[in-house]
């Protein structure tokens, strides 16, 4: 990231930026490639992107590699992704702690598999010291899974009489979810063109601002992402109200 292209944000920050990585698919059926081919380069442009991102004076960075809803996908590009995952933490590990990346997971583990679920338990305890970037990568995530997942501990706690309902607040939910300890995303981004949400962050988006760009995510590039910020710095964000 050069010095000139980190001038070009926003006079208002991006905190915490999460993104709806979509398009590594199509972006290798369009060559006549398989798949999985997609997957990969779109590994490639997590890295560039992670590598940007503190220069562009995001502090968190949330990536959405997995939903829950993917396991439908055929056998073979599934356990594609799940070999992607497990090389790019390998590869990456090392890179990441030098560079001050802090890497955390939110999702349902349990249905991954167990050398995954080891790779990812490795990475975060590696990195857990690191704070020039928060990196979160959501890995079989499904937003109201997350949700229904919060409620159900809560309902166990107020069960065992270690919780009041009276004391169920919005900052005692969000605290059980996966992200809690998080700050709420200021800024999503989906790539590829679709406009959807698609079950990501439902909670903790629920006043983010959203960019919906045409471009693939294999071709999504540190200097769109700056010119994407540099716009967010020009929105009103009211949160409800109005300004004065």
């Avoid at 006043?207 to 994407?228: K, N, S």
Wanted: a positive charge; glycine letters at 12%; one cysteine or more.
């Amino acid at each position: 990231m050069s010095k000139d292209l980190a001038g070009e944000v926003g006079l208002r920050p991006v905190n915490h930026l999460a993104i709806i990585m979509d398009g590594n698919g199509r972006w290798a059926t369009n060559r006549g490639w398989p798949r999985l081919v997609g997957h990969r380069r779109g590994a490639e442009r997590v890295r560039d992107i992670v590598k940007a991102a503190p220069d562009l004076g995001i502090r968190w960075l949330t990536l959405y590699a997995f939903s829950t809803e993917n396991w439908k996908r055929s056998t073979e590009e599934v356990l594609g992704l799940m070999a992607i995952f497990a090389r790019y933490i390998e590869r990456e590990a090392e890179r990441l702690a030098k560079a001050g990346v802090r890497v955390r997971f939110i999702g349902e583990r349990g249905r991954l598999d167990l050398k995954l679920q080891r790779l990812m338990a490795g990475i975060e305890a590696r990195t857990a010291g690191c704070d020039r970037l928060n990196l979160t990568i959501a890995v079989n995530y499904g937003g109201r899974d997350e949700i229904v997942r919060a409620a159900r501990k809560l309902a166990e706690q107020v069960a065992a009489g270690l919780l009041d309902p009276r004391d169920l607040t919005e900052g005692a939910f969000a605290g059980a979810l996966d992200t809690g300890g998080l700050p709420d995303p200021d800024l999503v981004i989906r790539t590829s063109g679709e406009t959807r949400t698609s079950n990501f962050l439902p909670w903790q988006a629920a006043y983010a601002e959203y960019e919906f760009t045409g471009t693939l995510w294999p071709d999504f590039t540190a200097e769109e992402l700056a010119g994407i910020i540099a716009r967010f710095g020009n929105r009103e964000r009211r949160f409800g109200g109005v300004l004065r």
